[in-house]
């Protein structure tokens, strides 16, 4: 293994979701649904299976998926782009991710990023032979995690290439604001530097978060120098299927599909003419599937707390961080390597995701992307701690 990937072990999600496994534990660690997305998508699915559709599709995607994705993004955020030059269709969000760093930094490049991180961002940053600079998310006044303005300028120099920017964020379901953005974007431009935005969870933002999602692309003088990247994973609940894709300025679309076409070259002929089926469907769904996921959050967040959690609110995503510290956690790895044993449930310790571990030592993450019996009954599991 080369000296600079020896740093990563196997990834958090792969460990946790084998202990769910082994020791039968209700698994609220990896982000994965436990019920199917749209049956129009799995129908189409299984039509262009039966029909066919089993050879590479081209490399940026086939047409109709493109058509679909560039259409979604001007129904939700009145971006208009050009399906044939300006979307790439990736093997999930985590390829268009690295595509774009290894395409975008050379060796000794710096990238601009905010910890906790979705863990394969340190991964691609350091495949590049680039450099990270992490800005701590910390929470603030009524739990809401902020980050500090002078240490965001701070993060910035002369080797900036790029800013990796998730919200709505995974883990702590922070909704970057207007103003958050505004101050990034001011910073893209001082540093010429670019924006690779990873949206996944683009339509799960709470009907209390502060402020709507608002794509970094939509700000001014940012659609020029902003990649976007989303996933259908888990828009449509199939995470599974691994179709994304990447959205933006002709070059930067042609710098991920450089890369792209030597990683995985095309995938999931079959999936493609489904996913652009569930790009399409009405206002309903979306609104919906927002509607269903924030009751789950309700649910879980009510049991943890009377559980003795201290919990951060999430404004958006699958996903909590909860404070173990009050029922007399200090390390979130241990804690959650014993939770098993001790009630027969799975969480994820937030510290793997900081540079600093010393920031998220004590913090751990739930999903709640779950039925609401497997909630319930995690919360009285929880309760007996
Ligand atoms: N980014 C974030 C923030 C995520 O939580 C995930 C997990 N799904 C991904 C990217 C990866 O998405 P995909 O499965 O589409 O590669
Ligand atoms: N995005 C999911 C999570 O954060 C899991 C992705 C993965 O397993 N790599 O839980």
């Given at each position: 293994?080369?000296?600079?990937?020896?740093?990563?072990?196997?990834t958090i999600f792969t460990e946790m979701s084998a202990l769910a496994v082994r020791t039968g534990s209700i698994n609220l660690g990896q982000g994965f649904p436990d019920t199917d997305g749209p049956p129009e998508m799995l129908a189409a699915a299984a039509e262009a299976l039966r029909g066919g559709a089993n050879q590479y599709p081209p490399l940026p995607g086939i047409p109709a998926l493109r058509a679909k994705i560039t259409e979604h993004e001007q129904r939700f955020w009145g971006l208009s782009r050009d399906p044939d030059t300006e979307v790439v269709v990736t093997a999930g969000a985590t390829e268009a991710i690295a595509a774009a760093i290894l395409g975008?930094?050379?060796?000794?490049d710096e990238v601009v990023?905010?910890?906790?991180?979705?863990?394969?961002?340190?991964?691609?940053?350091?495949?590049?032979g680039a450099v990270r600079r992490t800005v701590t998310?910390?929470?603030?006044?009524?739990?809401?995690y902020v980050f500090d303005e002078a240490?965001?300028?701070?993060?910035?120099?002369?080797r900036t290439r790029l800013v990796l920017l998730n919200s709505p964020h995974n883990p702590t379901g922070k909704v970057f604001t207007r103003a958050e953005l505004t101050l990034i974007a001011e910073l893209c431009q001082e540093f010429d530097a670019y924006a690779v935005t990873d949206e996944v969870y683009e339509h799960l933002v709470f009907t209390d978060a502060a402020e709507p999602h608002t794509p970094l692309a939509t700000l001014p003088g940012m659609r020029e120098r902003t990649l976007r990247i989303s996933s259908a994973g888990k828009t449509f609940s199939c995470t599974g299927w691994k179709v994304g894709w990447a959205t933006g300025p002709r070059e930067l679309v042609s710098t991920?599909?450089?890369?792209?076409?030597?990683?995985?070259f095309v995938n999931a002929g079959p999936l493609q003419p489904a996913v652009a089926v569930a790009l399409g469907l009405p206002d309903t769904y979306f609104t919906e599937f927002r509607a269903t996921l924030q009751a789950r959050r309700d649910r879980l967040v009510a049991g943890l707390t009377e559980a003795g959690f201290v919990v951060q609110p999430s404004e958006g995503t699958y996903f909590v961080t909860t404070d173990i510290t009050p029922l007399g956690g200090t390390d979130g790895a241990d804690f959650c390597r014993e939770l098993p044993a001790r009630c027969g449930v799975v969480a994820v310790p937030t510290q793997v995701f900081y540079d600093h571990k010393d920031e998220g030592r004590h913090l751990i993450r739930f999903a709640f992307c779950k039925r609401e019996e497997v909630i319930d009954e995690a919360a009285r599991r929880l309760a007996k701690i």
């Amino acid at each position: 293994l080369v000296e600079r990937m020896r740093a990563f072990g196997t990834t958090i999600f792969t460990e946790m979701s084998a202990l769910a496994v082994r020791t039968g534990s209700i698994n609220l660690g990896q982000g994965f649904p436990d019920t199917d997305g749209p049956p129009e998508m799995l129908a189409a699915a299984a039509e262009a299976l039966r029909g066919g559709a089993n050879q590479y599709p081209p490399l940026p995607g086939i047409p109709a998926l493109r058509a679909k994705i560039t259409e979604h993004e001007q129904r939700f955020w009145g971006l208009s782009r050009d399906p044939d030059t300006e979307v790439v269709v990736t093997a999930g969000a985590t390829e268009a991710i690295a595509a774009a760093i290894l395409g975008l930094c050379e060796s000794g490049d710096e990238v601009v990023t905010f910890e906790p991180y979705y863990d394969s961002y340190a991964a691609s940053i350091t495949l590049a032979g680039a450099v990270r600079r992490t800005v701590t998310l910390r929470p603030g006044p009524q739990g809401r995690y902020v980050f500090d303005e002078a240490e965001l300028r701070a993060a910035f120099g002369p080797r900036t290439r790029l800013v990796l920017l998730n919200s709505p964020h995974n883990p702590t379901g922070k909704v970057f604001t207007r103003a958050e953005l505004t101050l990034i974007a001011e910073l893209c431009q001082e540093f010429d530097a670019y924006a690779v935005t990873d949206e996944v969870y683009e339509h799960l933002v709470f009907t209390d978060a502060a402020e709507p999602h608002t794509p970094l692309a939509t700000l001014p003088g940012m659609r020029e120098r902003t990649l976007r990247i989303s996933s259908a994973g888990k828009t449509f609940s199939c995470t599974g299927w691994k179709v994304g894709w990447a959205t933006g300025p002709r070059e930067l679309v042609s710098t991920v599909q450089r890369v792209k076409q030597f990683l995985t070259f095309v995938n999931a002929g079959p999936l493609q003419p489904a996913v652009a089926v569930a790009l399409g469907l009405p206002d309903t769904y979306f609104t919906e599937f927002r509607a269903t996921l924030q009751a789950r959050r309700d649910r879980l967040v009510a049991g943890l707390t009377e559980a003795g959690f201290v919990v951060q609110p999430s404004e958006g995503t699958y996903f909590v961080t909860t404070d173990i510290t009050p029922l007399g956690g200090t390390d979130g790895a241990d804690f959650c390597r014993e939770l098993p044993a001790r009630c027969g449930v799975v969480a994820v310790p937030t510290q793997v995701f900081y540079d600093h571990k010393d920031e998220g030592r004590h913090l751990i993450r739930f999903a709640f992307c779950k039925r609401e019996e497997v909630i319930d009954e995690a919360a009285r599991r929880l309760a007996k701690i």
